[in-house]
T-cell receptor
Framework: GAVVSQHPSWVICKSGTSVKIECRSLDFQATTMFWYRQFPKQSLMLMATSNEGSKATYEQGVEKDKFLINHASLTLSTLTVTSAHPEDSSFYIC????????????FGSGTRLTVV | QKEVEQNSGPLSVPEGAIASLNCTYSDRGSQSFFWYRQYSGKSPELIMSIYSNGDKEDGRFTAQLNKASQYVSLLIRDSQPSDSATYLCAVFSGGYQKVTFGTGTKLQVIP
């Protein structure tokens, strides 16, 4: 089955620093990947849609200059949280589909970011 | 009105019983429907997908879709304590080209 690897699984960083999260599709090519954020006891909130070789599409209210997304290849997308602040602490999850839009999405294992 | 609505629960059922989880959605043009299971602190895991009206069965799980009523449900037969998790309903809207998740229903299976 489709496998999505996400790294790191958790990270603690100081306020003002940047953190990069990687998302890889291991056994399929993902032309589109998605980045979500989930706060405790809340649902997944789509942050942006990442297409290989083009600029990401950000959801309303998500700062594109703060959350930099690079979809460098068909198997790798990265999310960089720049100048992180404590309010950015959250669970970040990527997902991808091997069947195209409208089909089930495979999620990465998630990254727990804590900004201190 | 939220795009995808679920009762947050918790829904408590005894072991061996049928758990019934419900979800309604607002976009009549929605095309694909998914149920995910999420354990605390973990990422969601796809357990069922359904694309047309009616029932779809996979092991102990049955997904039911009624597009006229804009309603999708998930039945879990012979519930086990290991089924205790939050179940997320997700709906793909072709018009918006994105998947929207409900807030999830927490299921507790009591041994």
């Amino acid at each position: 089955g489709a496998v999505v690897s996400q790294h790191p699984s958790w990270v603690i960083c100081k306020s003002g620093t940047s953190v990069k999260i990687e998302c890889r599709s291991l056994d399929f090519q993902a032309t589109t990947m998605f980045w979500y954020r989930q706060f405790p006891k809340q649902s997944l909130m789509l942050m942006a849609t990442s297409n290989e070789g083009s600029k990401a599409t950000y959801e309303q209210g998500v700062e594109k200059d703060k959350f930099l997304i690079n979809h460098a290849s068909l198997t790798l997308s990265t999310l960089t949280v720049t100048s992180a602040h404590p309010e950015d602490s959250s669970f970040y999850i990527c997902s991808a589909t091997s069947g195209g839009m409208g089909y089930g999405y495979t999620f990465g294992s998630g990254t727990r970011l804590t900004v201190v | 009105q939220k795009e995808v609505e679920q009762n947050s629960g918790p829904l408590s059922v005894p072991e061996g019983a049928i758990a019934s989880l419900n979800c309604t959605y607002s976009d009549r043009g929605s095309q694909s429907f998914f149920w995910y299971r999420q354990y605390s602190g973990k990422s969601p895991e796809l357990i069922m997908s359904i694309y047309s009206n009616g029932d779809k069965e996979d092991g102990r799980f049955t997904a039911q879709l009624n597009k006229a009523s804009q309603y999708v449900s998930l039945l879990i037969r012979d519930s086990q304590p290991s089924d205790s998790a939050t179940y997320l309903c997700a709906v793909f809207s072709g018009g918006y080209q994105k998947v929207t998740f409900g807030t999830g229903t927490k299921l507790q299976v009591i041994p």
